[in-house]
């Protein structure tokens, strides 16, 4: 079954190490962008976003591994799904493209890659946009309390593996599309064939999906801690985007990102979770602002 593409994209099968292919779709002429999508999505969350950066960039846009169109390896081992490989991935697809440094921007789980991606390859990332996230190490810490019900969905999937997969994968379209409503502020955000198309690919990406999440309760956390023992901080420039999630948590969202950041450009927003498909234009400005920094 086909499914909703970014108009004027081609579709690219790009092996990126370990017997492992990323899907993305590619577009555009210019200076080189990557775009990693969130959860429960692909790539085609950038869609409004991509097209109008064709205009003047190379926008690439993966599934991540796990996800989509991508290949979706057995998570039995620790780092299949770590941030770490998971951002290896990108730097060599983008390789295989032809960009050896590119901007990077990435939205909720991509974001955690892109983060790692910019912290591991600082020589490959120029600029770096993340979109409503806390990395790992500062998300677990701000999950306190009853407020943390918020985040029931990664202590579900942090479990060892057998249940999170079989309760998730028994009712896979009501979990996933709890999400896509809850966390959406503009309901026509995503037309009916987006959502379809969410939930399909999410369905079919159980096992991968859930482990992605149990690498952020385990070896993703370790890599975090090292950093900051470490003093390891982002090279840059950063901008984040993020909804006012700090006042609920009890978190300064700022402040924890400028441990991470020396040049960072933080901006509280008031769409919802998926602001690249609610308020396409304000992440699609941010991009290019980056340019100019």
């Not at 899907?23 to 097209?51: E, I, S, Y």
């Not at 677990?140 to 990664?154: E, I, P, Q, T, Y």
């Not at 290019?288 to 920094?293: N, S």
Request: charge should be negative.
């Amino acid at each position: 079954m086909t499914h909703p593409s970014i108009p004027g994209f081609t579709e690219h099968r790009v092996p990126v190490g370990d017997g492992v292919t990323l899907n993305a779709a590619v577009g555009g002429g210019g200076a080189p962008v990557v775009l990693l999508h969130g959860f429960p999505q692909t790539h085609l969350m950038w869609r409004h976003v991509a097209a109008d950066l064709a205009a003047d960039h190379t926008v690439i846009c993966p599934d991540l591994r796990g996800y989509g169109a991508s290949d979706k390896p057995a998570g039995s081992g620790r780092d299949v799904y770590s941030k770490r490989t998971m951002a290896r991935d990108v730097v060599r697809l983008a390789a295989g493209l032809g960009h050896d440094r590119f901007a990077l921007a990435g939205h909720d789980r991509g974001a955690l890659v892109a983060f790692r991606a910019a912290m591991d390859h600082p020589g490959a990332v120029s600029r770096a946009l993340f979109l409503d996230v806390l990395p790992t190490l500062d998300m677990w810490d701000a999950l306190r309390g009853v407020s943390g019900a918020v985040g029931f969905h990664l202590y579900l999937m942090a479990q060892a593996p057998g249940l999170p997969e079989q309760m998730i994968g028994a009712s896979a379209d009501a979990f996933f599309g709890h999400f896509l409503d809850a966390w959406t502020h503009t309901p026509d955000a995503m037309p009916a064939d987006v959502r379809g198309h969410y939930l399909a690919a999410s369905a079919a990406a159980v096992p991968s999906i859930v482990a992605d999440y149990r690498a952020s309760a385990g070896v993703d956390l370790e890599h975090d801690r090292a950093d900051r023992e470490a003093g390891n901080r982002l090279a840059m420039p950063v901008t984040v985007l993020q909804q006012d999630w700090g006042a609920a948590l009890g978190y300064h969202a700022q402040g924890l990102w400028s441990a991470w950041a020396g040049d960072l450009r933080h901006r509280t927003v008031s769409c919802g979770h998926f602001m690249a498909e609610e308020d396409p234009a304000l992440v699609t400005g941010e991009i290019r602002a980056l340019g100019d920094r």
